[in-house]
């Protein structure tokens, strides 16, 4: 050991967006309890006083009023003092707004650090919209404080901009997420400029398998420069359709050496590192490379930098009481898995936040809404382990949401009995087996369940047409057109949304005597939303809906996952049994439709067909060039009859698009209207000069089939 043992602390809260006093009393205890573990320099996520989800609540000058109003109180408070605090908030600089990070140390503002690149994916983030970035890397200006802040101690400016942070012991360099993301983020310069610590405060969102790219770019940041590169991001439902799964790494010369929790029912997670500087320069000292190109850059462009009379070491004596660092490989969750945590963590946000009562769930014995029941039984194992390791932020939140000051959970099925309800709402063409599979899988659950038959509500919306017309639609089956059994089958799904609501509304006060209502649970997943196979305002129209985001293959790998797991047997002959919408009538008692027929595609290609139109960018003629590679099996004509098909599909039900159901966001081929997938719902649904060049290409090449 050297002597100069830096200690960090990267914080993970769980925010809510524009809830200043609860992100003020998140950030403070983080503060609190980071002092208490040594920490010299403590910081937190991307726009952690305002929340990240506050969207065009930017524009309201009250934003960044509120901001300031934050600092100004944990500047004003001596039990934060001695060590660095940083923390994120939008900040107004000569009529630019910039998201930046503001450090304090001890009642001062050290300096205001914007962030260089911004991250306008096209997807789920257009922070162009809501600010500038700060493109002037090594260049700083003076900052005029308000006066809410100035008000504490005297200080009236402070510097803002790129540059490094200089400490009696070390040089810190800052990023803000895209910057480990990007090309061109500052990282690399910042070390050649002379910093050994990157701190890089994040607010990357989850998305299944995204650990994976996550860890290999810190590792790698860390690698290239030498350097303790340290990331933060927050965790849980902050307000939108975005869950943060925060987690947190600390790299060393290419090595992961500490990490956090991921999934944290915990408002307030801490997590610590302690690093002798002496690694960082030893293994520096042998990049001769690094070592020519930061003499070549120092002398061709300055760097600014803001120095502070601080170490972020503590001396000699607290060096020799920390162990030397090691590699440590954190836990690479199963998609199954991380559905299992995310969506559940997103649901238990959402319900405390909401001020209902519980969720209500039409169960159909199908794979969606059988998913949703069990993710709603990990979400309640989750909180009862959580109260069992003496969590009292968690034992409050359900005491508040099920109305009960002395109430304990001891079993997840004990709590699912009072957050969950669930009711199977069947007709003449449902069938006994999906009946006893969703009484089977709510018995596993735990949930309170029920069990309807609504043909007489069918029949009398019906009789009411019929009346009015004259005319009585029959089945396909029995006779009728192809729009008589759609509609009749529509009336059956949008019949089930209205019973959803009105039971929602009403069953706490029957069952418990409580005047709260239910939030609604939608089950339609991502890959029948993108093919419009769903009713429109059916119960694929609810509140909120956890499998929104998730493919039907993931859900089906989910559904033997949780089987074992949760020992719910009947999920394994879910699994096996061929998804179906049970809307038209039974032959002998058996089913005779079946999603994929009724789509004309596999789940297995609707997926493809999902990625490469979302992820790969590709219209109708690309994805037939595409997939004819692919799919070698199938001669050029029949490709282009598969992909017709879907673009036809598409196109036609793109509108019930726009009224999908907020889901927590899992894949990155969502067909979600409202914020990810920015397209328009109003077709020609003949694609005729797409088509048109489909049919010449597979034409043209037909006899090499």
Not at 592 to 612: H, I, K, V, W
Request: charged share 20%; glycine share 6%.
């Amino acid at each position: 050991m050297s002597g100069d043992v830096v200690r960090l602390a990267a914080t993970s809260l769980n925010l809510w967006a524009m809830d200043f006093q609860g992100n003020y009393e998140k950030i403070r205890e983080s503060v609190v309890q980071s002092k208490l573990a040594g920490a010299r320099y403590r910081f937190g996520s991307e726009l952690e006083i305002t929340g990240y989800a506050c969207a065009d609540h930017f524009f309201e000058p009250d934003t960044e009023l509120h901001s300031w109003e934050v600092i100004a109180k944990l500047m004003d408070d001596r039990e934060l003092h001695d060590v660095i605090i940083d923390v994120g908030m939008p900040v107004t600089h000569r009529h630019a707004r910039y998201n930046c990070r503001v450090l304090l140390l001890n009642a001062s503002i050290v300096g205001i650090f914007p962030k260089n690149n911004l991250c306008n994916d096209g997807g789920n983030y257009r922070e162009y919209r809501f600010f500038v970035p700060w493109t002037r890397l090594g260049q700083c200006e003076d900052f005029t404080l308000p006066r809410v802040v100035s008000s504490v101690n005297g200080q009236t400016s402070t510097k803002i901009g790129s540059m490094l942070l200089k400490t009696l012991d070390t040089v810190v360099g800052i990023e803000v997420c895209e910057s480990l993301w990007t090309n061109d983020g500052p990282g690399s310069k910042l070390t050649l400029h002379g910093a050994e610590i990157i701190v890089n405060s994040s607010s990357s969102h989850f998305k299944l398998k995204k650990d994976w790219p996550r860890r290999l770019l810190t590792k790698t940041a860390s690698y290239k420069s030498g350097c303790l590169y340290a990331l933060c991001n927050p965790h849980g439902c902050d307000g939108d359709r975005l869950l943060f799964d925060g987690e947190t790494l600390f790299a060393l010369n290419g090595e992961i050496i500490a990490f956090g929790e991921m999934f944290s029912l915990k408002d307030v997670q801490v997590l610590t590192c302690a690093v002798d500087l002496h690694d960082i320069r030893a293994y520096r000292s042998s990049i001769m490379s690094n070592m020519h190109s930061a003499t070549a850059l120092q002398t061709s462009q300055s760097f600014a930098h803001v120095s502070v009379d601080f170490s972020l070491s503590a001396g000699e004596a607290a060096a020799a009481a920390v162990p030397s660092v090691l590699p440590v490989e954190p836990p690479m969750l199963s998609a199954e898995e991380e559905i299992s945590r995310a969506a559940a963590l997103w649901l238990w946000d959402y319900l405390r936040r909401s001020g209902m009562g519980g969720f209500f769930l039409p169960l159909s014995g199908g794979i969606d809404s059988c998913s949703v029941a069990c993710i709603v039984g990990f979400m309640c194992q989750h909180l009862v382990e959580e109260v069992d390791a003496g969590n009292e932020r968690v034992l409050a939140d359900i005491r508040s949401v099920v109305g009960d000051p002395e109430f304990q959970p001891k079993h997840r099925k004990q709590l699912a009995q009072e957050l969950l309800h669930t009711c199977y709402m069947g007709t003449k063409n449902s069938s006994d087996f999906t009946r006893k599979c969703a009484e089977e899988v709510a018995a596993g659950v735990g949930s309170s369940h029920s069990h309807i038959v609504i043909d007489a509500v069918v029949q009398a919306v019906v009789s009411v047409f019929s009346h009015a017309t004259s005319f009585v639609p029959r089945f396909r089956a029995h006779g009728g057109s192809r729009l008589e059994n759609i509609a009749l089958q529509n009336i059956q799904a949008r019949l089930r949304m209205v019973l959803a609501y009105l039971f929602a509304q009403l069953i706490l006060l029957v069952r418990r005597g409580r005047e709260k209502q239910l939030l609604v649970l939608g089950s339609g997943n991502v890959d029948e939303a993108l093919r419009g196979y769903l009713t429109k305002y059916d119960c694929s129209s609810a509140d909120i809906n956890p499998i929104g985001g998730i493919s039907k293959t993931d859900l089906r790998k989910f559904i033997q996952y949780t089987g074992k797991v949760l020992q719910i047997a009947v999920l394994q002959t879910i699994y096996e049994s061929p998804p179906t919408a049970e809307l038209e009538p039974l032959k002998d008692g058996q089913i005779q439709q079946t999603d994929e027929q009724d789509m004309g595609m596999t789940y297995e290609e609707l997926s493809l067909y999902g990625r490469l139109r979302k992820m790969g960018q590709c219209g109708p003629y690309s994805m037939y060039l595409k997939l004819i590679q692919s799919w070698r099996h199938l001669s050029r004509m029949e490709v282009a009859g598969k992909v017709k098909h879907f673009f036809r599909s598409y196109a036609i039900n793109r509108h019930k698009q726009t009224v999908l159901t907020p889901a927590v966001h899992m894949e990155n081929y969502s067909p979600d209207d409202n914020r990810f997938d920015l397209r328009q719902f109003l077709y020609n649904v003949n694609w005729r000069w797409q088509f048109a060049a489909i049919d010449s290409h597979a034409a043209q090449h037909s006899n090499s089939d």
